[in-house]
Every structure is written in structure tokens, then in C-alpha cells.
């Protein structure tokens, strides 16, 4: 292992490998991929050194925090590409139904060591402490899908992106490296177990598992690795080229479409990093595509690493929260319901359309989510009851909701990780997003035919 990878472990127990181990196990959780994974590599090179084979390990929590059909169709189908890649490897693949930290520190009880990786919402860092409390073994986890890890830039919540962006930059040579590949020296062939499920099925594994089914899966994104990869080849040729300039246009879309990749860990933040520097579309393009997946969304990572009530409207800044109360009473007309806005039944065209969207797609363009927000914020009868709904909507429909990002991206509609703006109604000095703003720049009506249309 190459030190910069050694940069991303932190040791969970330090207690000695088991000597009468019979694998080492990779409790896969945040990571999803066979492939630029400094976890699996972790794992991989344990493996070797204890000349065992390598058990990696996924169990699904049927439930799990607001997850639907949706998230599971699309995670599952990322799985059953990295259950067979892992198999190629000559590591088995063990995917458990159950409560993931139980189901892990079962499955630990004979294994020498137990690696994991990294993740930062409050309920995954409290699993991973159960587990290093619970088992008696070496456990390291590694930190796979952020390109600096969350500790090294700073080691508080960053108040917006210019204060986080040159800390960021200064770290990154030294995060730099893929984890090169490690082969294995011990197959894997005897560690199955009557307990392992199949992927060979996807629909009935999700009737098994009993999961809510109110949010169906979605056709416009396939989940796994090739999947993000050959996206990510699209991008490079057709739109990167115009991210600089373009990326705003919300009718010609110039960005990647890769953040539910990037969600589930289906593939690396460095990886696309390193594809993106190496590609023809330098300059402007380049810097304002690593100026969002790195200094925007490891803003996000920070905010829900320093920030743990980052779900709540308490977390705003009290500039904001301060704001807002005093606007509490102003007049909202028009004024909806969660129902009202959930159905897309407003006067608002272009917002009926992006909530139209998101609920068929899973998806939207990061314009539309600013203005979708802003718009619940004007509308709701107060900004608490607004922040609540545009929440829920937002992990309720987005493939790549629940994310740091989304409590982050959310959070900043009302104020957080920016500055105030003019005083107005209802918002005080929270920035705003009008319809006539859409209108002038972009061809919103051909948007709104499309959206209708699907
Ligand atoms: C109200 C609101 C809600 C949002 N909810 C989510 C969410 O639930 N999950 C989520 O991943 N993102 C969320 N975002 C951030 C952003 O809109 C999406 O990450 C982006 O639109 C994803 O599309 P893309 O992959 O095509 O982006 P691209 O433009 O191709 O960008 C590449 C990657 O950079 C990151 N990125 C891009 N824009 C941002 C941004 N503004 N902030 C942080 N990271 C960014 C994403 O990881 C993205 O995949 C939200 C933004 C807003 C304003």
C-alpha cells in the first residue's frame, strides 16, 4: 500500500488480528465497487499478509432510513455487478438480509480482521461504533469516497465554500493516488453460506426483503459501476467541453448525471477526478467541475461530519434562522400544502414540471433543485414546516437523496454556507429565485413540454 492510502485509515480497534481466523471480512457499506476502492484493497492486502481469503460482506437493512423500491432497485443493480467482479477477484461475496451492525459483528466472530469504509451521516457513523465496540479484532476503516479525507483540510464546520476551497486545494496533492489493485493469493471458494442471497432476481429479492414500495424504481438511471463509467465517458466527450460556460443551461444539460454513482459509491470521486484532469476540455471547464465535486461536495461531507443535527432547521446559521422568524408572519399567497406541492399542483408551471420530473426520473439539474427550494420556502405558511417538506421531498424522490448533500444542499436553501442578500418578504435576507430569472435565461417553456411529456 502506497502511503497516501495509508493517509485514509483510521483504526477503529486496535486489538491483534484473530490468529484462528478464517477470512478477513470487508464489511462493504458505503463503498459499493469492486474497483478504485482503498477499502476493498485494505481488506485485499489483509487478506494476504494473514494468507486467508478475503469475505467481502453487504447486508441490506430493509429499514433502512427512508429508503423506497426506488433507492433499493438502484443499489441492488450496482450490487449484483460488484457480487460478480468481487466473485472475478477470487473474493466471495456474502449479501445478508438484516441489521447491519449485528449481522456484522456475527460474521466477524471468525474472521481475523474486519475492514470497512468510511461514512458520515450520524445512523452509519453510529453502526460502525457498534461494531468496533461489539467484536474483538483489528478494525480499520477507510475513507473511499471523498477525494480529501473529511479530517484532513479542517478540522471544524466550515462556515461556506471560500473558506473550505483553499484548504481543500492544498490537501489534495497529497490524496492523489488510485489504490492500486491487490491479487489475492487465497481463493475464496469455501467461505459460501446457505445464508448468502442471490441478485439473480432483483424484483423478488425487493419482494423479500418487504421494503416500501410508495416510490417505484426509475428507467432513466441503471445502477453500478460500468453503468457510471460509460456515463462518465459521455460527459467527458460531449458535455465537459461546455461545463465552464453551460453548465447552468437547464434545457441542454451539460453536467454528468453521476451523483447517484457518487451516493451509493458505485464509483470513485478520484477516479472521475483524475479523468476529467486528464481530458482535452481544460481551463474553465475542468475548474468548475472540480470546484463542485470536490470544493461543493466535500462542503457538504464537512457540514454533516461537524454538524450533527445537520436534518434539522436548527442547524441553519442564526443569521438565517434570525431572519426568517422575523418574515414568519408576512403574508404567503399563494400558500400550499406538503400534499399540494408533492402532487405538483401549483400556479407555477416551471416548479409543477420539476416536481414532475423528479418524481418520474429521480433526478434533477442542480438549477432546478435551487429554484425548486426556494420556491417551497416562499410558499409554505412557515419556514420550519417548508424546510421539513423540501427535506422529505428531496430524500423521498431522489436516487441520490439521503445523501451529505442533500441535508448540505437543502440546508443552503435557507440560508447555510451562504451570505444575506436584500431584505424581502417572507424570505428576509435569504437569497431568492424567481420564475422571471428561469424565463430569461433559458427556453423554460421547451423545458416544461418535456417534462410534461414524460
Ligand atoms: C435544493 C437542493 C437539493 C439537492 N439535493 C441533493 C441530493 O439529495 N443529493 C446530491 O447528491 N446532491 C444534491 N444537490 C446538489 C446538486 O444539485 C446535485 O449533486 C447535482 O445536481 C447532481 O447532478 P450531476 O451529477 O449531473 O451534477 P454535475 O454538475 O455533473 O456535478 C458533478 C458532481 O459534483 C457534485 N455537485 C454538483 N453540484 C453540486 C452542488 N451544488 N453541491 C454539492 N455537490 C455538487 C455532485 O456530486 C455531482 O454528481 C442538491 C442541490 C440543491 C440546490
Redesign the pocket.
Known amino acids: 500500500m502506497v502511503r497516501a492510502i495509508e493517509r485514509r485509515i483510521r483504526v477503529l480497534k486496535s486489538d491483534p488480528p484473530r490468529q484462528d481466523g478464517d477470512c478477513v471480512l470487508y464489511w462493504m457499506q458505503h463503498s459499493q465497487r469492486a474497483f478504485a476502492n482503498p477499502a476493498f484493497e485494505r481488506a485485499a492486502y489483509w487478506a494476504n499478509e494473514c494468507a486467508l481469503p478475503l469475505r467481502v460482506l453487504f447486508v441490506v437493512d430493509p429499514d433502512y432510513p427512508d429508503a423506497s423500491e426506488r433507492h433499493f432497485y438502484f443499489m441492488l443493480e450496482g450490487l449484483k455487478e460488484t457480487m460478480a467482479e468481487t466473485a472475478k477477484r477470487g473474493a466471495h461475496f456474502s449479501l445478508r438480509i438484516g441489521k447491519p451492525a449485528e449481522t456484522v459483528a456475527r460474521l466477524a466472530r471468525s474472521a481475523a480482521v474486519l475492514v470497512t469504509d468510511r461514512a458520515y451521516l450520524r445512523h452509519l457513523v453510529e453502526w460502525r461504533k457498534e461494531v468496533a465496540e461489539t467484536v474483538d479484532i483489528l478494525v480499520e476503516e477507510v475513507e473511499g469516497d471523498v477525494i480529501v479525507p473529511v479530517d484532513e483540510p479542517t478540522d471544524k464546520m466550515e462556515s461556506a465554500a471560500r473558506t473550505i476551497r483553499p484548504r481543500l486545494h492544498k490537501a489534495l496533492k497529497n490524496f492523489l493516488d488510485l489504490p492500486g489493485e491487490v491479487t489475492l493469493k487465497v481463493n475464496a471458494k469455501g467461505l459460501g453460506h446457505e445464508d448468502d442471497q442471490s441478485l439473480d432476481d432483483i424484483g423478488a429479492f425487493i419482494d423479500r426483503i418487504g421494503c416500501d414500495t410508495s416510490v417505484g424504481r426509475v428507467t432513466f438511471f441503471r445502477g453500478g459501476t460500468s453503468e457510471a463509467r460509460s456515463r462518465l465517458t459521455h ?1 467527458l466527450r460531449q458535455d465537459l467541453p461546455h ?1 465552464g460556460d453551460d ?1 447552468a443551461d437547464i434545457v441542454d ?1 451539460h ?5 447517484p454513482y ?2 451509493f459509491g458505485q464509483i470513485s ?1 478520484l477516479e472521475i477526478y483524475h479523468k476529467v484532469m486528464d481530458s482535452k476540455a481544460k481551463g474553465e471547464s475542468q475548474d468548475s ?1 472540480v470546484e ?2 470536490l470544493v ?2 466535500e ?2 461531507v464537512n457540514f454533516v461530519h461537524h454538524n450533527r443535527r445537520y436534518d434539522s432547521f436548527d442547524a441553519l446559521p442564526d443569521w438565517a434562522k434570525k431572519t426568517l422568524a422575523e418574515h414568519a408572519g408576512d403574508t404567503r399567497a399563494p400558500s400550499y400544502t406538503a400534499k399540494q406541492l408533492e402532487d405538483g399542483k401549483t400556479e407555477d408551471p416551471y416548479w409543477n414540471a420539476a416536481m414532475r420530473e423528479m418524481r418520474v426520473t429521480g ?4 438549477h432546478l ?2 429554484y ?2 426556494k420556491r417551497i420556502l416562499g410558499w409554505m405558511r412557515s419556514p420550519k414546516t417548508a424546510y421539513e417538506t ?1 427535506l422529505a421531498l ?2 423521498k424522490y ?1 436516487l ?4 451529505a ?2 441535508y ?3 440546508a ?2 435557507f440560508g447555510m454556507h451562504d451570505r444575506g442578500w436584500p431584505e424581502r418578504e417572507v424570505y428576509g435576507k435569504v437569497r431568492t429565485m424567481t420564475p422571471s430569472g428561469l424565463k430569461r435565461k433559458f427556453d423554460i417553456d421547451a423545458y416544461v413540454r418535456w417534462a410534461e411529456a414524460l
Open positions: 460527459f461545463y453548465r444539460r453536467v454528468s448525471h453521476l451523483s457518487l451516493h470521486p467541475f463542485e465535486m461543493r461536495r462542503l457538504g433526478y434533477l439539474h442542480n433543485r435551487m425548486w427550494g423540501t428531496n430524500n431522489f441520490d437523496g439521503r445523501d448533500n442533500s448540505a444542499n437543502v443552503w436553501i
